[in-house]
């Protein structure tokens, strides 16, 4: 399975998973979280357990069940921690406790090294039976709603770590705080190499006209991720390039706040014939991949992001990425080098005409994207961190540790 | 016998203190209270990083990117770890510098909300790549395509560890090679002037005009 990443991925980085498979090889390695499909978590770990498999570690991934009071319940938690005000009363938490009693009951916790994933099952700390138990907050925590973190916080302190995914997420907490961003699977539909044949076909499928440089985002229709920000940028730039606006994203009928933001975005796009609006249906992967392939520049114009991974998925196909500068997405561009960051809209707009302008430059920082991509955000190098900080919480008290 | 030179790399993995500096009073009282290993990851692992662009380290980094005092940054970036023998002094060092511009200039903006300095340590992973070098031409191969992890453990990181400013290649070609003459070329490589791609070319430059040299039998009369 690992040699599948040869060549891919940083040679260091797979010789040293082989060492750490060496001495972690055949014990447990348990993740648990509260869905099986659908968010980034769930897509890691489809692609990371059989790579931990692989090397040769007795992975095993469970999901938390629950009810609709429970998952409202922990959508307020979710909410809460990255700063909204929620009222959530002491029957509410006893019933999220009881559900992860529950859990407990029917899902085997034995294991040597566990992983929570966010707060859904941050109570099963309560029945750890031995090993390392480690909390992976995947969202930003660092400006909580007091109440609700401090409710929370009796859980995550009888964790023996925890991992964010960024240093400006995470807060002191008198506990070992690790920091391992997420990472993209170079070998998934997202991420494979695509021929030009199927790109093309994709372009003619879906209507996309290839005759003028495409400028894309691939985004849920959220106001965080300004779309209507990102048209007024493009007839910014039309003034001057000609070029195809391509906004991608997937239909929000469970979400009537996504549905409304759509009908903005459709309605202020008025009819430009250039400016194409896609709404692809989910498991839409290998559409997407071959999308931001075709793209000449693509744009993660968010106000408000967790990591923005489609930030690395766009970097890894070679293209410049204009991202805004929130959450994660300057820790994957590095301004002028890999990418811009901005600020405004005029900056967005600015950036794309500086591209447009100058493909050599647009290519010179594709290529280098990419490269930092392979460096930094594969998952190869994830597994690498989950194993080291595994290791490393065996061997505590040491910063230097020699293989 | 030759003594081989085994490559070897290191990676680290990022610890948070959980602590953060908003202005540069909160970042002098963070760096006289965090730990060695914190000021050792914002300052000698900063080479580490990929891309190196105006700064030395990430306090100065931070001071001219984040504050925009640029001033403070170019002082900070001035500041060569290595001329200290312990991490003590050296932060002694940082205190100063801050403390100075402090007086000068008491009143220092605020970093936006999410661009604080965030107080990080690490710990280090080292182990080797399967690599054996007996000669110098093996030596060129190995440097032109190991991980920049391995070339940053033996260039920057070994300076701490064998001391004196020297690293692991120009220590090895001098004893086991005998070649005094290239290890002291390797040596006036400044550390801080380039990032780890621009040292493994540096030093594969190096190795190639040795080599050049070795295998020159006859040069242009005079």
């Not at chain 2, 970042?27 to 914190?38: G, M």
Request: some cysteine; hydrophobic content about 40%.
């Amino acid at each position: 399975m690992i040699n599948q990443y040869a060549g891919i991925s940083p040679k260091g980085d797979l010789l040293l998973l082989q060492r750490l498979a060496r001495v972690l090889g055949g014990r447990s390695f348990l993740h648990v979280n509260s869905t099986r499909e659908g968010g980034g978590v769930a897509e890691i770990l489809q692609r990371m357990i059989p790579i931990l498999q692989g090397l040769g570690i007795d992975a095993r991934w469970e999901t938390i069940s629950g009810d609709e009071q429970f998952f409202e319940m922990t959508k307020k938690v979710h909410n809460a921690l990255q700063g909204n005000k929620e009222t959530i009363t002491d029957t509410m938490w006893q019933h999220h406790f009881e559900i992860n009693r529950q859990n407990a009951a029917n899902i085997d916790l034995d294991a040597d090294a566990v992983i929570i994933h966010d707060p859904q099952p941050g109570p099963l700390v309560e029945f750890k039976k031995r090993g390392v138990w480690i909390w992976r907050c995947h969202i930003d925590i660092s400006n909580p709603f007091k109440d609700v973190y401090k409710a929370l916080g009796r859980y995550a302190l009888k964790y023996d770590a925890i991992i964010f995914s960024v240093s400006k997420f995470a807060r002191a907490m008198n506990i070992d705080e690790f920091i391992i961003p997420p990472s993209i699977d170079p070998l998934s539909e997202k991420n494979m190499e695509l021929s030009d044949d199927e790109i093309n076909e994709t372009a003619k499928r879906l209507g996309i006209p290839t005759d003028r440089p495409i400028i894309l985002q691939v985004s849920r229709f959220d106001r965080f991720k300004d779309p209507l920000g990102v048209i007024k940028a493009y007839r910014m730039v039309k003034k001057y390039n000609d070029c195809i606006l391509l906004l991608a994203g997937s239909p929000a009928t469970d979400d009537p706040e996504g549905a409304a933001v759509l009908n903005e975005v459709k309605e202020f796009a008025a009819n430009d014939p250039d400016i194409h609006i896609l709404l692809l249906p989910p498991f839409s992967d290998r559409d997407i991949n071959a999308l931001q392939r075709m793209a000449f520049v693509v744009l993660q114009k968010s106000l408000k992001e967790g990591f923005g991974l489609t930030v690395a998925e766009a970097m890894w196909k070679g293209k410049p990425v204009i991202g805004g500068a929130v959450g994660g997405i300057p820790l994957q561009i590095a301004h002028g080098v890999t990418g811009f960051l901005v600020h405004s809209i005029e900056g967005t707009a600015f950036r794309i005409r500086q591209l447009l302008n100058a493909p050599e430059m647009a290519e010179t920082m594709g290529g280098r994207a990419r490269e930092f991509v392979r460096k930094n955000f594969l998952i190869t190098r994830q597994v690498r961190d989950y194993l080291s900080v595994w290791y490393i919480m065996e061997n505590k008290g040491k910063s230097i540790i020699e293989f | 016998m030759i003594e081989g030179f085994e490559f070897k790399q290191c990676i680290s993995i990022l610890k948070s203190t959980g602590k953060k500096a908003g202005n540069l009073h909160a970042l002098r009282d963070l760096i006289a209270q965090v730990s060695d290993d914190c000021i050792f990851h914002h300052t000698y692992q900063y080479f580490l990083k990929e891309h190196i662009l105006e700064y030395t380290n990430d306090f100065a980094h931070w001071a001219g990117e984040s504050l925009e005092e640029r001033s403070l940054a170019e002082q900070l970036s001035n500041i060569d770890p290595y001329e200290y023998d312990n991490i003590s002094d050296f932060r002694k060092e940082l205190l100063s510098v801050v403390g100075n511009y402090i007086e000068k200039f008491p009143e220092p903006r605020e970093a936006m909300h999410g661009d604080e300095f965030f107080f990080n340590e690490t710990i280090t992973l080292i182990f080797p790549i399967g690599i054996r070098v007996k000669n110098l031409a093996e030596f060129l191969m190995a440097i032109k395509f190991v991980d920049v992890g391995s070339i940053y453990y033996h260039f920057y990181e070994a300076r701490m560890r064998v001391g004196g400013g020297i690293d692991d290649f120009s220590k090895w070609i001098e004893e086991s090679l005998e070649k005094k003459g290239l290890a002291e070329r390797i040596r006036a490589i400044d550390p801080f002037m380039h990032n780890t791609e621009d040292i493994r070319k540096h030093i594969a430059e190096q190795t190639e005009k040795e080599l050049r040299g070795d295998i020159e039998i006859m040069g242009v009369e005079e």
